[in-house]
């Protein structure tokens, strides 16, 4: 019977598993010392590059309304949340899913396929 117990106990499950959610977090909760420079890399590549890249394919694609809310909201959601100066562990992971979210809308806008007609008035 102690032989069985024995051989139970070098099956326990280990439970030092951090899942990869986490340790992003935690490597953003590191980067709070670098919040200003987020920040400005944060507005100035969305604002300044990338919102104009979707914007442009969204007028070449047929200018289609259902794209402009999303281009807006990605956006938005980035600077709202760097201007109420949110904490690291909130302000990167929303830049990252705001600008996934713009690289979504390219390749749908890509997809769809480009079309100059589009651009009339």
């Known amino acids: 019977m102690e032989t069985t117990v024995k051989h139970l106990r070098a099956y326990e499950i280990d439970t030092t ?3 990869p959610w986490k340790k992003f977090i935690t ?3 590191g980067q709070e010392k670098y919040r200003l420079g987020w920040l400005a890399a944060a507005i100035t590549l969305h604002g300044c590059i990338l ?5 442009f394919a969204v007028i070449l694609a047929g200018n289609h309304f259902i794209f402009w809310p999303f281009v807006i909201g990605a956006m938005g ?3 709202i949340v ?3 100066a949110m904490p690291t562990k909130i302000t990167i992971p929303v830049f990252f899913i705001s600008v996934f979210v ?6 749908t806008c ?9 651009t009339t008035i």
């Open 110 to 118: 890509i997809a769809i396929g480009f079309d100059a007609s589009g």
């Open 77 to 79: 959601i980035t600077l």
């Open 17 to 19: 598993h951090v899942s």
């Open 82 to 84: 760097n201007l109420a």
């Open 27 to 29: 490597w953003c909760v």
């Open 102 to 107: 713009d690289l979504v809308i390219i390749a």
């Open 51 to 55: 919102t104009i890249l979707t914007m």
